[in-house]
């Protein structure tokens, strides 16, 4: 697929992507290693569930991923939830996100899921813009929590 920046190809990650992901993810705010990474892709790659993708553009290796999820809740019909996108930071604004999220979208119709939902952290007001560009609805506001459980418990 040709874009802006030239030859992108997008395809499932593999485990030898670890360190382009983590990297990528680190870049972001989100650090993780390469071990971090190979051993999440591991369990993941497993699950037919979960699709995570990666854009690689000639000469310039692994600039961009993301990963989505097939969610069923009783509160709503299935849908994919993406779970993350990341575009290296060089590469932004050049359709790679665009490309991503379109194969997200065909991945999730191809699971019979009706909707894609995804979650943005407040603050990134560029990501806002983008995904209300792909024609993607802010529905409400939330607060995230979590609690880290002990293994002893």
């Known amino acids: 697929m040709k874009i802006a920046a030239g030859t992108l190809h997008i395809r499932p990650a593999h485990l030898r992507d670890a360190d382009a992901l983590a990297a990528l993810s680190t870049q972001l705010g989100y650090p993780a290693s390469q071990d971090e990474i190979e051993r999440r892709l591991r369990a993941i790659l497993r699950n037919r569930n979960h699709a995570i ?15 989505a999820s097939a969610e069923k ?3 709503s019909e299935p849908r994919a939830e993406v779970l993350g ?6 590469q932004r604004g050049k359709g790679i996100g665009t490309a991503l999220m379109s194969q997200i979208e065909r991945w999730a119709r191809a699971q019979g899921l009706s909707a894609v939902s995804l979650r ?8 806002h813009r983008f ?3 792909l024609g993607y609805k802010r529905v409400k506001t939330q607060h995230a929590f979590v609690k880290v459980l002990s293994k002893r418990e």
């Open 85 to 90: 996108l990341i575009i290296d930071v060089t």
């Open 131 to 133: 995904y209300e560009g």
């Open 120 to 127: 943005s952290n407040v603050i990134r007001d560029q990501a």
């Open 53 to 67: 993708l990666v854009a690689e553009l000639d000469g310039k290796g692994i600039v961009g991923w993301a990963h």
């Open 73 to 75: 809740a009783l509160l």
